[in-house]
């Protein structure tokens, strides 16, 4: 199947797509602030360059994008054009996702990851429970966690 638009717009409309301060991550960076939470963003010193880090708590939260880290949910599919590439990069992605997250661990950090199907989309959860079970995360001592779409 061929692209809809032209390889200029194409660029133009991936080079729009942004890595830091997605939608779901200043949601949820809103609603751990209105609990009182205060944390660092993208500390790059850190593997993986986390979107929350939490250092009073030793935990830190990535909120990750369905398709760009290629979660097996209803809002990951794979692209028609170009298979090949798609396949190689975000299967790549994950690798180095599981690679950063092991560093981070062996680092003595906490880790949490928030998927972007559990803030939106039909299998969406409410953000009033997704902010309590990150909170109830964060002052706990379990070493990891995940929220996915129901």
Same mark, same amino acid.
């Given at each position: ?11 133009r ?7 830091? @301060?997605?939608?779901p ?27 929350l ?5 030793k ?8 398709f ?24 790549? @992605? ?5 690679? @950063? ?5 062996k ?24 902010i @309590? ?9 379990r ?8």
């Open positions: 199947m061929t692209d809809i638009v032209d390889s200029k717009t194409r660029s409309m991936m080079s729009g797509i942004r890595g830091k @301060n997605t939608r991550e200043l949601v949820i960076r809103k609603g751990l602030f209105a609990r009182g939470f205060r944390y660092r963003l993208h500390v790059s010193k850190l593997p993986g360059k986390p979107d880090v939490f250092p009073k708590y935990a830190v939260v990535f909120v990750h994008g369905c760009w880290h290629g979660h097996d949910c209803p809002l990951f599919k794979w692209p028609s054009t170009r298979p090949e590439f798609w396949k190689k990069k975000i299967t790549r @992605n994950k690798e180095i996702d599981g690679i @950063n997250i092991k560093k981070l661990k680092a003595g950090w906490r880790v949490f990851v928030v998927w972007e199907c559990a803030l939106k989309g039909a299998r969406k959860k409410p953000l009033e429970k997704i @309590n079970t990150l909170e109830k995360w964060i002052r706990g001592r070493t990891d966690g995940e929220i996915r779409g129901e």
